[in-house]
């Protein structure tokens, strides 16, 4: 046995040889116009024939690295591409066949089993972000249920057809919300829903991948909105349905509530309002059924600020409101009568003063909307009553004192004088 070189069929031959063969270790160089592409071959012969361990090189760029058998590839071994590609499997009569792992160059790697060269059966991909999907091949093609599992929780159940995602898929968030889905030859495609764990819904749909079209979204209040999507966020107007009858038209802008909008109540009350960043924020104005009218200030969705309402009757009410209250100073102007006072949490409470177009004043206390407390009344002739009020009226005893500066006591029940001087 000794190192020689043979000009075989297939190509030069340089390695040990016996009895004019191949046999022992030895290297082929192919010839280029090799049917099979293969570039050369290093490893084992056995009688001419490629046997044990042996390292094969097409002109692909693939190679394989592994056992060998009566010239094909035999037991465990490594096929690699130039792409970055690898798998690690077994063979048999050179196909793939058994337990095997592909591995990807950008960190995913897929356990697999053959039968006779294609992948048959369960499959697992374990991927280089965390998530894991399980599927099932048939014959080489992806085929039937798989389903895919983040770290976080969430979980997307769906089936393949002929190698790409068909049907209805199920995406499951770890916070509770679901969506249904629709797939055509491997696009999310056509109407889904969605749910939260609060009971709301969204009936949408899908187009090449994106939201894009018409939905109703349904909230776990009763409430409604009519709403549209173009090309994966929400956009153009809306109509939102509330639950106590109200209706709002409304207008999304790339995803969120943006510009003016208009609430009619059924009452007849109606509201111009205006959104920002998805926020009332800002001026709005009121005219209600009586055709009163209210000018109010919005922020972050709660009425907060400057208001004034325009009385039908002729009365203009200046005050402010807090977190969706009337709330602080205020003053009402009516016939030319004025009234300053204080709101709490939407009910008179504290000082007020009440200036009549005759010239007369009056300082009282508001307990919760009720005066109660000390008063004193100043008529326009200069003539004083200081007093207490009770549930509105005079009640107990009061001082007097005349124009002329005569000072008398009284005493007074329920509005009504009772005694005095």
Not at 33 to 62: A, Y
Not at 172 to 181: F, N
Not at 355 to 367: L, N, P, R, S
Not at 384 to 389: H, S
Request: hydrophobic residues 25%; charged residues 25%.
């Amino acid at each position: 046995m000794g190192q020689e070189t043979l000009e075989l069929q297939f190509g030069v031959y340089t390695g040990e040889v016996v009895d004019g063969k191949p046999h022992g270790a030895g290297n082929v160089v192919f010839h280029t116009d090799d049917l099979g592409g293969r570039r050369e071959f290093h490893g084992h012969w056995v009688n001419g024939r490629r046997e044990g361990e042996g390292r094969m090189v097409w002109t692909t760029g693939e190679e394989y690295e592994g056992g060998w058998l009566n010239n094909l590839q035999q037991g465990k071994g490594r096929h690699s591409f130039p792409s970055g590609h690898y798998d690690e499997g077994e063979w048999d009569q050179g196909l793939r066949h058994g337990f095997a792992v592909y591995y990807h160059p950008n960190g995913n790697r897929e356990e697999a089993t053959y039968v006779e060269g294609y992948e048959e059966g369960d499959s697992t991909v374990y991927y280089a972000s965390g998530k894991v999907e399980k599927r099932v091949y048939e014959k080489g093609e992806l085929n039937g249920p798989a389903i895919i599992s983040w770290q976080n929780g969430d979980t997307f159940e769906f089936s393949y057809v002929g190698g790409k995602m068909e049907g209805i898929g199920v995406f499951h968030s770890h916070t509770g919300i679901t969506e249904q889905r629709s797939y055509i030859d491997g696009i999310c495609h056509g109407p889904a829903t969605l749910h939260t764990p609060q009971g709301d819904c969204e009936e949408r749909m899908y187009e090449e991948g994106k939201l894009h079209g018409t939905a109703t979204f349904t909230s776990h209040t009763g409430d409604k909105e009519e709403r549209c999507y173009v090309s994966g966020r929400l956009d153009g107007s809306a109509k939102y349905y509330y639950k106590s009858g109200a209706v709002e038209t409304r207008i999304y802008e790339n995803g969120v509530l943006q510009g003016a909008a208009v609430k009619q109540n059924t009452n007849g009350e109606v509201e111009e309002r205006n959104y920002s960043n998805g926020k009332l924020n800002g001026k709005a104005t009121v005219i209600y059924p009586d055709s009163s009218k209210e000018m109010r200030t919005y922020k972050d969705n709660k009425l907060t600020g400057p208001a004034t309402l325009f009385a039908a009757s002729g009365e203009r009410i200046e005050f402010e409101y807090l977190n969706g209250v009337v709330h602080g100073l205020a003053k009402i102007k009516g016939g030319g009568d004025i009234e300053e006072c204080n709101y709490m949490d939407g009910v008179k409470h504290g000082k007020a003063i009440y200036h009549w177009k005759a010239g007369h004043k009056e300082e009282f206390v508001y307990d919760h909307g009720v005066k109660t407390g000390p008063a004193t009344l100043v008529g326009a002739s200069g003539a004083k009553r200081v007093g207490q009020l009770k549930n509105g009226k005079w009640h107990g005893e009061a001082t007097y004192t005349a124009q002329d500066g005569e000072v008398r006591s009284e005493q007074w029940q329920n509005g009504k004088r009772i005694g005095g001087d």
